[in-house]
């Protein structure tokens, strides 16, 4: 391999690991899925898939066909999840419909390696143009209304993504292999930049929390009415690691109404509100003298992932640890 070979696909490795890493890193710290930073984080890895591709052409030739139908996922993946880190800090929110915008993504992913290459070179020419077409929409909506980010921070990562995309325009539009590697130490390049910015400036990855709307009544009886119909009769707290996202999915309600009607209705943040229910049930059992439970089966039984948590989310709600809860009621 010759040596300028050797040091892109080296200096393009370690960017591809790095954003890697921090991609799964934000995918990982920001678990709901309608949130800035977890769209931030498929932004860097279909980042690091599209630039990746270019490895295994240096040095696992044998798997290009691989390396290429992963790089064109993650190219198909980059403007939606541009376009979802602006719209996710807008008022309205992200809708569940808004991730349809990833099919064409996963379906690369998914069946891209049966494709031959010749097939896959019209999706990184479609795809490129459509980046374009996602940057043009991305400033529009960052444009208009308030957005909750800082400007900065916008300008930061919608500026990579244009000198990205201009090295990708670039090498789809033709050119000797020299410049079609220029264009990815280019691309690697501003990965750097990237990495380097969110590792040294956290506040690029803060948001401002968003402030409160008055919900009118009638809504919010509504919404309490479902989640009480939700929770007595379905019983959806018994879900182990039971998220506010999966609530508002289950209930078609944006997720931070339904968060400020659980605080203005019962003072209660989302995870005490689901511990009320699940320590209710557990107290209800515990009275049931004909029952041959465990503690921490009752626990698992209600949905708390580990009897820790069990324990001090029961004392700080009923003031007794669940064993001299359970004595009290037998001495009674």
């Known amino acids: 391999m010759e040596v300028w070979k050797m040091a892109i696909a080296l200096g393009c490795g370690i960017a591809v690991a790095q954003s890697l890493f921090l991609g799964i890193y934000l995918l990982h710290r920001d678990r709901n899925p309608g949130v800035p930073n977890f769209f931030l984080g498929l932004l860097l890895t279909g980042l690091a898939f599209r630039i990746g591709k270019s490895l295994f052409y240096y040095l696992a030739r044998p798997l290009a066909i691989y390396g290429v139908a992963l790089g064109a996922a993650g190219l198909w993946a980059i403007g939606p999840a541009l376009w979802l880190y602006v719209k996710s800090g807008k008022e309205q929110g992200v809708s569940k419909w808004d991730y349809l915008h990833f099919l ?12 031959n290459m010749h097939m896959l070179v019209p999706a990184y020419h479609w795809g490129t143009y459509l980046l374009g077409v996602y940057l043009l929409a991305s400033w529009l909506l960052s444009r208009s209304g308030q957005w909750a980010g800082h400007p900065q921070r916008f300008q930061v990562f919608f500026g990579a993504v244009i000198v990205v995309w201009s090295t990708f325009l670039w090498q789809v539009r033709g050119g000797s292999i020299q410049q079609y590697a220029l264009g990815g130490l280019i691309a690697c390049i501003v990965l750097y930049v990237i990495n380097f910015l969110i590792l040294t400036d956290q506040s690029l990855l803060k948001w401002p929390a968003s402030p409160r709307k008055s919900i009118r009544e009638p809504a919010a009886e509504e919404i309490t009415m479902a989640l009480d119909r939700l929770f007595r009769e379905e019983k959806i707290y018994r879900r182990k690691g039971l998220t506010l996202a999966q609530v ?47 503690i921490e089966a009752l626990a698992d039984e209600v949905g708390f992932s580990s009897t820790s948590s069990f324990y001090t989310a029961f004392k700080k709600v009923v003031r007794l640890t669940p064993q001299q809860f359970r004595r009290l009621e037998m001495e009674i």
């Open 104 to 115: 064409p993504s996963l379906i690369l992913l998914i069946l891209g390696w049966s494709f």
């Open 248 to 294: 508002a999915e289950a209930l078609d309600k944006p997720a931070y109404l339904i968060s400020q009607t659980i605080n203005q209705h019962h003072g209660l943040k989302f995870n005490e509100f689901v511990n009320q229910y699940r320590i209710g049930e557990v107290k209800e059992l515990l009275q049931d003298t004909e029952l041959n439970y465990t």
